[in-house]
């Protein structure tokens, strides 16, 4: 069985451009969420959806954002990028929504230029 | 915010060696949960601690979740070389599955 996959798996942007990474779930699983991780620390809670609604937001800025789509795969946009929004983006899923036991992705790592 | 401690940030042990991890929180979590990193690689779950006191153990890996709720613990014990690499603790304390991680314990094993 096909694990979260996500894409793309390296990305370069320069600054204010806009990005979209897109991960699917693995099957059955109905919650993802998204997590932001810089060199040298742990993941940081972005986002988390479930049956395509926003459950839960971490303290990020506007210009982050997310959709979860009928099929349960889900996309992050990230507007006006940063210089600090250099980090590894992970998706992780989960059968249900209040469960801590995640499945993580192996990240998209994003350098912004 | 909540923040999880985690420290030292490095350890390096011998092959065969037993190892303690300690994570402490300045607030209570409902669940404690401990991951490993691999380089490349996203987290993946090692054990999951659903109740104050509980003691866990998965194979060689044994965790406790601390009575105040505040801490937990994980022991590797007779440490191999597959045993390298960073591990997180993480509290999850709403109805939604936010984890709250900390900054990893980065694990070398000398052969």
């Known amino acids: 069985d096909a694990g979260v996959t996500q894409s793309p798996t390296h990305l370069i942007k320069t600054r204010g451009q806009h990005v979209t990474l897109r991960c699917s779930p693995i099957?059955?699983?109905?919650?993802v969420s998204w997590y932001q991780q810089v060199l040298g620390q742990g993941p940081q809670f972005i986002f988390q959806y479930y049956e395509k609604e926003e459950r839960g937001r971490g303290n990020f800025p506007d210009r982050f954002s997310a959709r979860q789509f009928p099929n349960y795969s889900s996309e992050l946009n990230v507007n006006a990028l940063l210089l600090g929004d250099s980090a590894l983006y992970l998706c992780a899923s989960s059968w249900d929504r209040a469960t801590g036991e995640l499945f993580f992705g192996e990240g998209s790592r994003l350098t912004v230029l | 915010g909540q923040q999880l401690n985690q420290s030292p940030q490095s350890m390096f042990i011998q092959e065969g060696e037993d190892v303690s991890m300690n994570c402490t929180s300045s607030?209570?979590?409902?669940?404690w949960l401990w991951y490993k990193q691999d380089p490349g690689e996203g987290p993946v779950l090692l054990i999951a601690l659903y109740k104050a006191g509980e003691l866990t153990s998965n194979g060689r890996l044994t965790a406790q979740f601390g009575i105040t709720r505040k801490d937990s613990f994980l022991n590797i014990s007779a440490s191999i070389p597959s045993d390298v690499g960073i591990y997180f603790c993480?509290?999850?304390?709403?109805?939604?599955?936010?984890?709250?991680f900390g900054k990893g314990i980065t694990l070398s094993v000398r052969p």
């Open positions: 993480a509290g999850q304390g709403g109805a939604n599955s936010k984890l709250t």
């Open positions: 099957s059955g699983h109905k919650s």
């Open positions: 607030s209570i979590f409902n669940t």
